[in-house]
């Protein structure tokens, strides 16, 4: 986790910055001295957990791997909507047969 101290400043980012569409240099270095610090500290990568995260770093190189929750819980919305996945037959060991 970020330290303490980083935790305030990431928070004041996001409400004085990023939730109004503010994505600067000197914002997206910080959150990349921040993701360099937690590699430093054993992690072994990111949840971009905060909707903007993946727009200040979008396309940005980092130590460790970044994890896009939105995009991953999009998806998962997406595959549900779509009816690709049936938690109900799974938990069951039926499979799901769908037409071609």
């Known amino acids: 986790m970020p330290t ?3 935790q305030r ?3 004041d980012l996001i409400y004085s910055e990023l939730s109004v569409g503010v994505f600067d240099n000197d914002t997206r270095e910080f959150f990349l001295q921040v993701i360099d610090s937690l590699s430093t500290r054993g992690a072994q990568a990111v949840i ?11 396309d940005t190189h980092c130590p460790i791997p970044l994890i896009d929750s939105l995009k991953y819980h999009c998806e998962a919305i997406a595959h549900y909507i779509l009816d690709e996945e049936n938690p109900e037959q799974e938990a069951e060991g039926d499979a799901v047969k769908r037409a071609p």
């Open 48 to 58: 971009l957990g905060c909707t903007e995260f993946p727009l200040l770093l979008n």
């Open 4 to 6: 303490v101290s980083e």
């Open 9 to 11: 400043e990431i928070q």
